[in-house]
């Protein structure tokens, strides 16, 4: 019988899948670091692009802060009348604001949250006058010129020191007179019950009450105000996200208190900011850079030594502040895989070599090492608060 059609042996079957295995092996080793590569490569890009995403929509939105909002008129307020108390702790004439984290400690930050006012008429921050006094908050207001002012807009009252916040519900051209009544249409307009006419302080208010409109006093109009804040979602899967609590006039019933966080841009892990602040009494040039703290008694050099808490941001301290500078770290979007130290380090602020990014949420990320960051930062003029020194 010839020997060729017995087929093959054992043997040469066993040597054949020892050397199929081998190469198999050999295959499955070279894919799986091909990718490990292609997963540190696509994360780096999805880090780089998340990262300068999340940057050109903050500085987009920060540079309109201040519009309608900035200006000598409303730049002498020290104090500020809503129709709620809840809305008074996020709106304000102060452009951008800046709140710390709390739970931040000495050397590691957490991610602060950001709060950007202004609003969209063509008036910009031009300002009708008042030529009769009006004697009660629930008065008509007597005007100059109602030119681009239209029922709906929400306006500032401002007289004294004090910011009135109001709606129009009515503008009568030929007679001069605007209206703000309670209800459809004047949803930013409170009910006429208790003291100070049911309006809500912020700021100097202790023995202030809220009076009438005198003549001369200024109707500052917004058309529709908008404050928005930007933060960062914690936990495992971080994104930047933002609240808008208040926004188009056409709001039936009035500002947005509670409003439910919109995600933005995924794997966000952190963001910071400071002031750029200018000396006090006039001038646009930066002096000195500051968080959102109180720098009164830690030796800090003037302009930057006083309280730029949030708590403590005046309209009058706000003149001050013509810049803002941030830093996003942005993450790869998937893990390495463990055991892992591709970051050994969280980074440190581009502007400290004390300060690192807390990249664990106070610990809440366990295997923060895993991933790839991506930082990035810019400096944004505030373009409005040029004519707050005038």
Known sequence: MNKRLLGFSLVELMVAMVVALVTVYAIYQVFGSYEGQKRTTVGVGNA??????????????????????????????????????????????????????????????LPVTLYVRYGDSIRGAASASV?????????????????????????LGVSNGQCMLMQLTQVQASALKLQHQTGTGGAYNPKKTGSNYGYYCSGNCSGVSLAGLGAGAQIVDLGNAYVTAYSIASGQDPVLEESIYSGPSTNSTGPNLSPTPAPLIDNIINVQAQYGIAASGGGQSVECWTDATDNSNNNTASPCNQNWSSANLTPAL?????????????????????????????????????????????????????????????????????????
């Open 131 to 155: 030529t009769t006094p009006m004697p009660t908050p629930s008065s008509e207001i007597n005007v100059d010129s109602t030119n681009d002012l239209y029922a709906g807009d929400v306006v």
């Open 318 to 390: 706000a003149k001050q502040i013509k810049a803002i500078r941030i830093a996003v770290v942005a993450r790869s979007p998937v893990p390495e895989k463990q055991p892992c130290t591709e970051t050994t380090v969280m980074p440190y602020l581009p502007w400290s070599t004390s300060e690192q990014f807390d990249l664990s949420d106070s610990g809440a990320i366990a295997n923060w090492q895993c991933y790839r960051y991506k930082v990035f930062s810019t400096v944004i003029p505030l373009r409005n608060v040029i004519w707050a020194d005038m």
């Open 48 to 109: 780089e692009t998340n990262g300068k995403n999340s940057l050109y929509l903050l500085e987009r939105d920060i540079r309109q802060a201040g519009f309608g909002l900035s200006s000598s008129t409303t730049a002498s307020c020290t104090t500020f009348w809503t129709e709620s108390s809840q809305f008074n702790q996020v709106f304000s004439t102060v452009p951008v604001t800046i709140v710390a984290n709390s739970a931040s400690t000495s050397s590691q930050e």
